[in-house]
């Protein structure tokens, strides 16, 4: 039982880890219509800048995540600016292209700065809490307290502020938000920002437990892409509910079967839910 | 006062419109009457910046329009509720009206002019909670003139507004626009009900095959012989 516990908080933290990046991914294919590739990369540049600034310069780790989520948010805008934008009446293959040609510069880019050896984030929360018997780490706590703060502040970003309200706007009818007087290419560059900065707060958070390099973005990839299209492209409570139900199921297999199982845990959902329910657990009805 | 000079639109090489000239007077209500396929809608698509011209000017107050992208043209002043209405469905009503006002997002202007339009358009209120996707058709397009409104525009467009509703919406949905425009508001209205349409009109101007065929005042083409048969059914 108590294993049980232990297991079901590093399950959640995962999760809120998984949310962050998500999220991000998710109102990215909304706005723009493309599946955003280099979306592990920039959450690999994102635990570089962190470490960076916590390291090197030696800000406090607060601080160190919330200036690389800044850094993080204007290289997204310039991504879309400079990248997406000029392809927006080019056929979809050609974002592909321009994701992974941006994933492989972001990669080269830390790998040139940073090396290409793991690097270690001390971690600047110690100690851990006694629940229910379970023994666990306050960076995990951490994590699960961060993600449900963030997540709360986004959810009244989209729904209740008017800029916010604008990405919902683009996703739900283009012609019709262009018509209100909202430019899809400044509310393209907002979502890529923000899907840059919540998934530096993702990257920022879990480092400390995992290890940094260049190409720690590629797992994070196809975990983020397997829970969109488990929660139905573009949808933000399917983008939770997915990440969640993911990590869990992850953890809990890592932990009763083996942790080979728990890696491929991701997968094996991903398979049954594109030939039970390919258009995710809560589909948007996708009119093309 | 919108000006349209001659202008050609077209979708990759055919052109939609040859040499279009339509003008729109401040504060009057001017029609456009056409067939299905006669380029109404392409014209108010170029008018709203979703589509450009490959020549002819495009002026409205005196400023050229003619490469303005649609968010700028919003702000100027012309607002389009576009055929198939373009409604965000999943959000609620009340929403959809907010959201008109995001050219301006003035507070006080926004809660006047959203009274106004609850007064234009009273059940609203009772349906301001629900998903603006779930109400009826006529509801529906009352929600996209009233979302256009909210911009306070000094020119509202609208492409057919009475399409696929029953005859009696029809008359309350072009009565309301009647009031819109008695408000001070400058209307540009395309609309195949001719003689509805042409009896609350200033102004008319009937298009065939891209091409404007008859432009006169409303009283003048409710009697033209052409007109008249054509639309009129006489």
Known sequence: MTLFIQQLFNGIALGGIYCLAAIGLTLVFGVLRIPNLAHGALYMLGAYVTYFFLTTVGVPYVAAIGIAALILFVLGVLLERLVFHPLRNAPHTHHMIAAIGAMFFFQSVAQVIWGADFKRMETPISGSLQILGAEISAQRIVIIVTAVIVLGLLTWFIKRSIHGQTIEAIEQDRTGAALVGINPAMVSMLTLGLSALLVTIAAGLVSPINLLSPTMGAALNLKVFAIIILGGLGSLPGAIVGSFALAIAETMTSTYISSAVGEAVAFIVLVAVLAIRPTGLFAKAVQR | ?234
């Open chain 2, 1 to 234: 006062m919108l000006s349209l000079e001659n202008i050609s639109v077209g979708y990759d090489a055919t052109d939609v419109l040859h040499g279009v000239s339509v003008t729109a007077r401040p504060g009057e209500l001017t029609v456009i009457l056409g067939a299905n396929g006669s380029g109404k809608t392409t014209l108010f698509k170029t008018i709203s910046g979703l589509l450009r011209t490959r020549s002819g000017s495009i002026e409205y107050n005196g400023q050229t329009i003619r490469r303005t992208r649609p968010s700028s043209i919003v702000k100027l002043g012309i607002a389009q509720c576009p055929e198939g209405r373009h409604l965000f469905g999943k959000m609620s009503v009340e929403k959809n009206l907010r959201l008109g006002t995001y050219p301006h997002r003035n507070r006080t202007r926004t809660e006047e002019i959203l009274s106004d339009v609850l007064d234009l358009f009273p059940i609203l209120k009772e349906k301001a909670a629900q998903p603006a996707g779930s109400l009826s058709g006529g509801q529906q397009q009352m929600v996209s003139i009233g979302r256009a409104l909210m911009s306070d525009p000094s020119l509202l467009i609208l492409d057919e507004p009475s399409m696929g509703l029953a005859p009696l919406v029809v008359e309350q949905v072009l009565e309301s626009i009647a009031q819109i425009n008695r408000n001070g508001i400058g209307v540009l209205l395309s609309e195949q009900n001719a003689r509805a349409s042409l009896s609350i009109a200033h102004r008319g101007y009937v298009l065939a095959e891209g091409r404007v065929v008859l432009a006169d005042d409303a009283d003048k083409l409710l009697d033209n012989p052409q007109v008249q048969a054509a639309y009129l059914g006489l």
